[in-house]
Antibody
Framework: QVQLQESGPGLVKPSQTLSLTCTVS??????????WSWIRQPAGKGLEWIGR???????NYNPSLKSRVAISVDTSKTQFSLKVSSVTAADTAVYYC????????????WGQGTLVTVSS | QSALTQPASVSGSPGQSITISCTGT?????????VSWYQQHPGKAPKLIIY???KRPSGVSNRFSGSKSGNTASLTISGLQAEDEADYYC?????????FGGGTKLTVL
């Protein structure tokens, strides 16, 4: 059973960089069958796709966030990470990491989510 | 890219059927058979209930079904049960990207 767990600071100051890590267990992060994705959800609002990374390091980003987002992968640690720069209160949300099936393009496993609040 | 369009809310009585629509464009829903649906209960992570427009993952009730016509995908839940009360999100592939719908709150009366 694949499990994903987000970790990182729950509070980030405005203008700083938000950094989160997702640890994957129960499955190989190096499998070519999957992308590894980040999605966020502000309180009381809908899901927003942030971006994803393939095992080769190739990335796709939401065009509206592309200039501020970077996703990386460390296959030796079975982890992938998210950085969002120049954060504002609008970046306050629950952040989910997830496994995205490459051939079919759907998310089959999600982390439990972690709340990140942007505030001084 | 704009979010896919879903009704904000739908409701139904136990035993009834409901349908949630998800309208996109010819660049996403209309161009790919890569529509998926997710169920989210309060405080929980979303759960995959439909993928590739109409396929059900193992373990998902056959009361959930999906379809697509043109730029609009639909999720139908038959035999409504109290446990179906949740938020539902559609999602579609679009060139090298993914887009979600705004979500629909299902109330079981």
């Amino acid at each position: 059973q694949v499990q994903l767990q987000e970790s990182g600071p729950g509070l980030v100051k405005p203008s700083q960089t938000l950094s989160l890590t997702c640890t994957v267990s129960g499955g190989s992060i190096s499998s070519g069958n999957y992308y590894w994705s980040w999605i966020r959800q502000p309180a009381g609002k809908g899901l927003e796709w942030i971006g994803r990374i393939y095992t080769t390091g190739s990335t796709n980003y939401n065009p509206s966030l592309k200039s501020r987002v970077a996703i990386s992968v460390d296959t030796s640690k079975t982890q992938f990470s998210l950085k969002v720069s120049s954060v504002t209160a609008a970046d306050t949300a629950v952040y989910y990491c997830a496994r995205d099936v490459a051939y079919g393009d759907y998310i089959d496993y999600w982390g439990q989510g972690t709340l990140v609040t942007v505030s001084s | 890219q704009s979010a896919l369009t879903q009704p904000a809310s739908v409701s139904g009585s136990p035993g009834q059927s409901i349908t949630i629509s998800c309208t996109g464009t010819s660049s996403d829903v209309g161009d790919y058979n890569y529509v998926s649906w997710y169920q989210q209960h309060p405080g929980k992570a979303p759960k995959l209930i439909i993928y590739d427009v109409a396929k059900r993952p193992s373990g998902v009730s056959n009361r959930f079904s999906g379809s697509k016509s043109g730029n609009t995908a639909s999720l139908t839940i038959s035999g409504l049960q109290a446990e179906d009360e949740a938020d539902y999100y559609c999602s579609s592939y679009t060139t090298s990207s993914r887009i979600f719908g705004g979500g629909t709150k299902l109330t079981v009366l």
